[in-house]
């Protein structure tokens, strides 16, 4: 592993350095929220935020996704993915790139968002403040080593020790006034990213294998309709969460009739037609209840994927619970509940 060492006051020449270069992306205030965005000056940057609207997965896996425009004469490809710098990513939104990354590879390669993936660089940050209804801890997801192709640790007045990961690290410090990080600089990063715990006022009681393993028995827990009877099935839940990859095709044709476009959307399991299939001339619905979405959802984070990811499909951030008109989203007291009984 190597280490360098940033000064506060070397930051905004180094960020304004990369905005020259390439495009930018980072953290910025809007109104009393964060949202990852591309940064004009380095001014904008706010690595102070506890975490933002959306996770950065809308930069390889956009909202809404062009995949292929057809006509006559055959189809072709839209993937165009452009070189960005995504600066100060928190450890469990690193974690949940590191998910996609894996699931979106996953036998079929999916070049649509792995194309963007490859073109972006990765710069973590330490969590400075944690967002009210976050439980990272809780789901390991506190630490990254691997994910990233810089990280930056704050580490008071004095400024940034920056751990090199990648040849797409490397290739940033060309932009930076970086020096040798001193034992005591080293030290002081050791402690804020190891020696920190019991940050999350939001606890899982349990270890996710635990949880996992109750979770999965507990399939006709009363618990299901009791939370999904004040659920609007409006999918915001689904929509903010980092780890959530499902989405919708369609094709949108133009006026000839003969071209168009094929695009993708992102896609919820609370929403009503998402389960929705046609058969034989009619629809069938195999999640037509409410409860079965809420159940699903919470399957799907806790004990479903493990399987696949070594562990829970949710990193805590605690997006979604933030996001759910009507507060019942939030992971945490419904696992818990679960485990109690
Ligand atoms: S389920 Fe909620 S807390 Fe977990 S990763 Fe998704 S948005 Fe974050
Ligand atoms: S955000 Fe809340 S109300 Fe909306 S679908 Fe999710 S759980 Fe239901």
Not at 164 to 170: L, Q
Request: charged letters at 25%; one cysteine or more.
């Amino acid at each position: 592993m190597r280490l360098l060492f940033l000064q506060k006051e070397e930051l905004e020449p180094f960020v304004s350095r990369l905005i020259a270069w390439q495009e930018v992306v980072g953290p910025k205030a809007k109104k009393n929220r964060f949202v990852f965005d591309k940064l004009e000056s380095p001014a904008e940057l706010r690595l102070d935020y506890d975490t933002t609207i959306l996770p950065p997965k809308k930069y390889f896996f956009q909202p809404q996704q062009d995949l292929i425009r057809f006509s006559p004469e055959g189809f072709t490809g839209c993937i165009e993915p452009k070189p960005r710098i995504i600066f100060g990513v928190h450890p469990y939104d690193i974690k949940a790139i590191s998910m996609l990354d894996y699931l979106f590879s996953d036998g079929k390669k999916d070049w649509n968002y792995l194309a963007n993936r490859q073109a972006a660089t990765i710069v973590g940050i330490n969590v400075h403040q944690v967002f009210k209804t976050a439980f990272f801890e809780s789901m390991g997801a506190s630490i990254v080593t691997k994910g990233y192709d810089l990280f930056l640790t704050d580490i008071g007045e004095e400024g940034f020790v920056v751990e090199v990961a990648t040849d797409k690290g490397e290739a940033l410090l060309a932009y930076g006034h970086f020096t040798q990080v001193t034992p005591d600089q080293a030290q002081k990063r050791r402690k804020i990213l190891y020696g920190q715990s019991d940050r999350c006022s939001q606890k899982l009681f349990n270890l996710p294998e635990e949880v996992s393993e109750k979770v999965a028995l507990s399939f006709y827990h009363p618990i299901w309709e009791e939370m999904a009877s004040r659920c609007f099935s409006c999918g915001a839940c689904n929509l903010v969460c980092p780890t959530c990859y499902c989405f919708d095709v369609q094709d949108m044709w133009n006026l000839d009739q003969e071209s168009g476009i094929r695009f993708r959307t992102w896609d919820g399991c609370l929403t009503e037609d998402f389960a929705k299939v046609t058969v034989q001339g009619g629809t069938e619905n195999f999640r037509q209840d409410r409860s079965s979405r809420y159940r699903h959802r919470i399957m799907r984070k806790a004990v479903y994927l493990n399987s696949k990811l070594g562990g829970p499909a949710c990193v805590g951030c605690g997006r979604c619970a933030s996001a759910c008109p009507a507060d019942l989203a939030n992971p945490v007291p419904v696992l818990n509940k679960i485990m109690e009984g």
